[in-house]
């Protein structure tokens, strides 16, 4: 748990800053500068050129991760991984981007009411893909380094800061909102850039092909591998990102933008799994490859706790004070409200339920995660398609609620029928209980003249419960060591 607890110590700090950053440009930023039509539209482009990049990508960044402790040696150059790593999903791009300039009438027709505003912008789609899978690349071939902290960096901090640098040069005039769009599509580009300049720093630039790679684990294999994975992965985007695609095609455009700014608010809960997420990828794989279960089980435990405990805290607290977190941006995006508080509730299981999905994707039934996938995507289109002209955009939240709790269940019971691990323990629910507590004593602190006071005041009221509970019932016994250890270095530095 050494290089884990280091590596996800500064991610998460990184991580938090980037929480800061993010509430910033989606409450006081991006929704008071633009409006939903616009935000909707920078939305739409984004996840069309995400899904647009995995697809090119053909389940290359994964299989990165997997298959990379069979390639790594740092002194022949890791046997020509990182060209293999982005050259054939180069190739991918190619292919893919003429089905997308050949599907753009198609594209177009689905977004029929908001067409015109969406097809001067259409081939910018396209670089933004190319950045992302760029970006994407690089990052898997980081993590399966164990250098996570700087693309968590560039990611949370840097790209966000961009982006509102963005948004005060058009409120300013100095963009215009064309301008504003080719600056997002340039931000993405500039971290992929920075990417490169760190993987030169580390001296873990490779360019140099090799037939080593080859001998390795020969390519039909890696893109057999990457089949199912990208399979995989894209029907996990589906069931996360088609939402927004089809709020935006069915409703329109603004209500995309409204309801892209509530996901954007409950993303707050994904922060610290995905930070984790960035290490335990390549450490898992590792144990697969050495066959360490007892590990294995104990990471599953402490991490699905870890995560619990701060989702938990972060659900409420946001839960707790969304009227004030609304006050602070244009009225007309108060319709979010119920979908960030049904976001918040999958995003809460889905930590509950902890790196669930990872276990399978690493293990050598890595297929059946397909299965799960595949299904619920299908479900979750079938759901978007029948719940969102009756309930508009909270039908699409109550369609990513159902496949996030159906994924979870059911990834979490193959675990432990295929192989008995599972992450639960009976201080799960004593945490569940404790925030509970205090959620209900933060909630009986009555509304005062300024939302801004409430907000306080229930915040210090729900921290001061919350961990002091904690502290006192020892339910996580390494949050106890670490503040066991900060007292002695504090009364040492007395002393």
């Known amino acids: 748990m050494g290089i884990v607890r280091r590596q996800g110590l500064r991610n998460t700090i990184i991580s938090y800053i980037g ?111 190319l950045f992302m899978l760029l970006y994407s690349l690089q990052d898997a071939y980081l993590k399966a380094l164990y250098h996570t ?48 300049g760190y993987l030169t720093y580390i001296k873990e630039l490779h360019v140099r092909p090799t037939r080593a790679a080859f001998r390795i684990r020969p390519l039909r294999e ?83 706790l870890l995560n619990t405990v701060i989702g938990c ?41 902890g790196v669930n999905g990872l276990i399978v994707v690493t293990s050598p039934r890595y297929r059946y995660d397909l299965i799960f996938n595949v299904s619920l995507s299908i479900l979750t289109v079938a759901l978007n398609w029948f719940l969102i002209p009756k309930l508009g955009i909270s039908g699409a939240a109550v369609a990513a609620v159902i496949a996030q709790v159906s994924i979870n269940v059911a990834r979490t019971w193959f675990v432990w029928y295929s192989y008995r691990l599972q992450p639960f323990t009976w201080r799960i629910p004593l945490v569940l209980g404790i925030a509970a507590a205090a959620a209900l004593a933060a909630w009986l602190v009555p509304m005062v003249h300024s939302l801004l006071i409430t907000m306080l005041i229930r915040s210090a009221v729900l921290t001061a419960v919350y961990g002091a509970v904690l502290l006192l019932t020892r339910a996580v016994p390494e949050v106890n060591t670490i503040v066991q250890n900060l007292g002695r270095k504090f009364r040492f530095k007395q002393n």
């Open 222 to 304: 890696l893109l057999s591998v990457g089949g199912f994975t990208l399979l995989g992965s894209l029907s996990g985007s589906i069931i996360m990102y088609i939402d927004t695609l089809m709020v935006g095609a069915q409703v329109n455009l603004a209500a995309a933008g409204i309801y892209g700014v509530a996901a954007n608010i409950s993303t707050a809960l994904a922060i610290p799994a995905r930070s984790l997420n960035k290490i335990a990828f390549p450490l898992l794989a590792d144990y697969w490859k050495q066959q360490d279960m007892p590990r294995m089980a104990d990471f599953y435990r402490r991490t699905t």
């Open 313 to 353: 805290y972060l659900a409420l607290g946001i839960g707790l004070n969304i009227d004030f977190i609304y006050s602070l941006m244009k009225s007309r995006y108060a319709e979010g409200i119920f979908v960030v508080l049904l976001l918040l509730g999958s995003r809460l299981f889905d930590s509950i339920t």
């Open 149 to 196: 902290a700087f693309s968590s960096f560039i990611q949370d901090v840097v790209q966000r800061l961009l982006i509102v640098a963005g948004a005060l040069l058009y409120a300013h005039g100095t963009l215009t909102f064309s301008g504003y769009v080719l600056w997002f599509v340039g931000v993405n580009g500039t971290i992929s850039l920075l990417l490169t």
């Open 19 to 129: 929480l800061g950053l993010g509430f910033v440009n989606t409450t006081l930023v991006l929704p008071n500068f633009l409006e939903p039509q616009q935000l909707g539209l920078t939305a739409t482009l984004s996840t069309i050129a995400m899904v647009y990049a995995q697809i090119a990508a053909l389940g290359f960044a994964s299989v990165g991760i997997r298959f990379f402790p069979y390639f790594r040696n740092r002194e022949v150059g890791h046997h020509g991984f990182l060209p293999l790593l982005i050259g054939v999903p180069l190739l991918g791009f190619a292919v893919v981007t003429v089905l997308y300039f050949v599907g753009e009438p198609l594209m177009l027709h689905w977004y029929a009411d908001d067409a015109a505003l969406l097809q001067p912008y259409y081939a910018w789609g396209a670089v933004l893909a």
